[in-house]
């Protein structure tokens, strides 16, 4: 699958970066999830890239996700991640579990685009 998404280096919109927040302390250990360009397993946030032709959409880790968006876009993984940590920081201290999630249209409206 790498080959494939090597040839599509820069073609990727930025969409989405989750995390889920569940009960219990040791949550964070184990996540399941796995990068789909290089397959890094584990992952604790995804982001989601979507591809407008043929309509596609690919979970990856951070620096898959750097890669794969066009260089206009190359620094939102990061802010990204840096949002959802903050919301997940804020559901695990109120213990208000389930999804976080952070979209680019959420980056614009905190002014952090």
């Not at 996540?31 to 982001?47: E, T």
């Amino acid at each position: 699958m790498t080959e494939l998404l090597d040839a599509t280096i820069g073609q990727w919109e930025y969409a989405r970066c989750y995390c889920s927040v569940g009960i219990g302390d040791r949550d964070w250990i184990v996540y399941g999830r796995k990068c789909a360009m290089c397959g890094n397993k584990n992952l604790r946030f995804i982001h989601v890239l979507r591809m407008v032709k043929p309509r596609r959409e690919i979970e990856v880790g951070i620096e898959c996700a750097g890669v794969l968006v066009c260089s206009v876009d190359g620094s939102l993984p990061r802010l990204a991640e840096n949002e959802t940590a903050r919301k997940e920081k804020w559901r695990k201290r109120h213990r208000n579990f389930g999804l976080c999630v952070t979209t680019v249209g959420d980056l614009a409206n905190r002014d952090k685009l």
